[in-house]
């Protein structure tokens, strides 16, 4: 599989499905502020599982989506997060997010996000994002780990984390305040990534 290897974490890369739709996936801009709303509004179902809700609280307007936006791209050149959008032509049908920690001079592991639109679902969207996304940022900053949350009912976001070779795993100390109670830890094993 080719990986994504970009010169800047703003690049854009493209991921073809197995059904042959070409994605272009890239890290959001402001200007997207209307395609992100519109990919919230056609997703009620993202609920809580919706990673806008953690940074900026639920998001009204365009303008407070702008500002969500922002934060991601500073977070970006930061260096705390390579996280992307997945477009079909002007719509976002995926948000792919891979958070840094646990600072910014020497991440040690990045903790993974994914949501994909209903009418994609099941299609390889978030399976192959993820494959061009997490191998290279393995490399580039030499993790120790990727690892997910998840909640224990959420039967799509378990079996994408096993697609994307994340296996269930006790939460390391230095997670224990990452992971709340009752959600499941799920982990990256070196064995797999040194393998690639
Ligand atoms: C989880 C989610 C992102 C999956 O994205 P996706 O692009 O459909 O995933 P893929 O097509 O790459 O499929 C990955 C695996 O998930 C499985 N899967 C996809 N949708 C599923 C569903 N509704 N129920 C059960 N399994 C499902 C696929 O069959 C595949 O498993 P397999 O390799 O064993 O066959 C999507 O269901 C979603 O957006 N859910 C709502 C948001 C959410 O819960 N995010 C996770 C928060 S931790």
Known sequence: MPYHTPESPFDEFTVRLPDGTVLTVRPLKLTDAKALSDFRKNNDRFGLHDPFWRDGGPVSSLEKIRSVISGIREQITAGRSLSVAAWDGDRIVAWFSFRLGPDETAPTWAEIGYAV???????????????????????????????????????????????????????????????????LYYELREENFRAY
């Open 117 to 183: 639109d209903l009418e994609y679902e099941g299609r390889g969207v978030i399976t192959n994002i993820g494959f061009l996304s997490i191998w290279p940022g393995f490399r580039k900053y030499n993790l120790l780990r990727v690892w997910a949350k998840m909640d224990p009912r959420n039967d799509a976001s378990i079996r994408t984390a096993e697609a994307l070779d994340l296996r269930l795993a006790a939460v390391p100390s230095e997670l224990a305040d990452e992971v709340p109670a009752g959600m």
